[in-house]
């Protein structure tokens, strides 16, 4: 059985393949964001969600209802959830 794909835009992208979004509100990350965790979540990958302002650990909420055993999930380390905010950052060398 084929992955089911979270982006309806791209139906047929190859395993491993890099996408990038530009969003104005944290509305358009989340509806590109939940969709896509959810999608990862019951093709039973494993999910890291890193998050940086303008996202908070309360923008996992929508994500959370949307699934009904998340709880189940993120209890047995299917996601994690992390607002470690230097995380991501890029230090350059001095």
Do not use: K
């Amino acid at each position: 059985m084929a992955p089911v794909l979270a982006l309806q835009r791209f139906p047929s992208l190859a395993w491993g393949t890099h996408l990038g979004q530009i969003h104005t509100l944290a509305t358009d990350l989340r509806e590109t964001l939940v969709p896509y965790f959810r999608a990862g979540l019951e093709n039973n990958e494993r999910c890291l969600w890193v998050t940086d302002a303008p996202f908070d650990a309360s923008d996992a909420l929508p994500l959370r209802a949307s699934i009904p055993d998340f709880d189940q999930r993120e209890n047995a380390g299917q996601i994690h959830h992390s607002e470690d905010r230097g995380l991501l950052r890029y230090t350059a060398a001095s």
